[in-house]
T-cell receptor
Framework: RKEVEQDPGPFNVPEGATVAFNCTYS??????FFWYRQDCRKEPKLLMS???SGNEDGRFTAQLNRASQYISLLIRDSKLSDSATYLC??????????FGAGTQVVVTP | DAGVTQSPTHLIKTRGQQVTLRCSPK?????VSWYQQALGQGPQFIFQ???????QRGNFPDRFSGHQYPNYSSELNVNALLLGDSALYLC?????????????FGSGTRLTVV
């Protein structure tokens, strides 16, 4: 079983709609969690950290469920520019970044 | 303020050859991590360097080796290249510590092995 798993998608989302997807992790001792965004053939860029209490950054909301060992990302009022691959990142107890394979989101006009 | 810079941006090598990729960390960062990202996959951790030593290593064979210099720049060396080594190689720099803020990626080196 992979340490970090994501639904690869693609999630096809009409412009203005809401999309949400999860990422599960296997190591219960994982310390920190992030969402990164990666555009085609570009490097990953930090989108937001994920806190236990949940956090929001504009149209993006991230949640952490430690009991069920998953994190989620919700995008409201989707824009065409939100089309990208969203990578879930879990930092394990050794401080090592573990990436998921990514969830592809395609926002359509 | 320069971010993480990697060179070269693209590279084509033949099976069996050796390759060296380079990374200069963001100003103020002292830790460099290397990742391999195959097409359609997430980045896979290769190793991390801090204080000129390999601090952590992922599940990569000994053909993958590295080095960190006193100025914190780093190299990734891959010997006896295989077709399967074709990938985007990403370098990320950070400041050592528990917070992991500032973890920044370079734009990568795209290696093609033919």
């Amino acid at each position: 079983r992979k340490e970090v798993e994501q639904d690869p998608g693609p999630f096809n989302v009409p412009e203005g709609a809401t999309v949400a997807f999860n990422c599960t992790y296997s190591n219960s001792a994982s310390q920190s969690f992030f969402w990164y965004r990666q555009d085609c053939r570009k490097e990953p860029k930090l989108l937001m950290s994920v806190y236990s209490s949940g956090n929001e950054d504009g149209r993006f909301t991230a949640q952490l469920n430690r009991a069920s060992q998953y994190i989620s990302l919700l995008i409201r009022d989707s824009k065409l520019s939100d089309s990208a691959t969203y990578l879930c990142v879990v930092i394990d107890s050794w401080g090592k970044f573990q990436f998921g394979a990514g969830t592809q989101v395609v926002v359509t006009p | 303020d320069a971010g993480v810079t990697q060179s070269p941006t693209h590279l084509i090598k033949t099976r069996g050859q050796q390759v060296t990729l380079r990374c200069s960390p963001k100003s103020g960062h002292d830790t460099v991590s290397w990742y391999q990202q195959a097409l359609g996959q997430g980045p896979q951790f290769i190793f991390q360097y801090y204080e000129e030593e390999e601090r952590q290593r992922g599940n990569f064979p000994d053909r993958f080796s590295g080095h960190q210099y006193p100025n914190y720049s780093s190299e990734l060396n891959v010997n006896a290249l295989l077709l399967g080594d074709s990938a985007l190689y990403l370098c990320a720099s950070s400041l050592a510590g528990p917070s992991n803020y500032g973890y920044t990626f370079g734009s990568g080196t795209r290696l093609t092995v033919v």
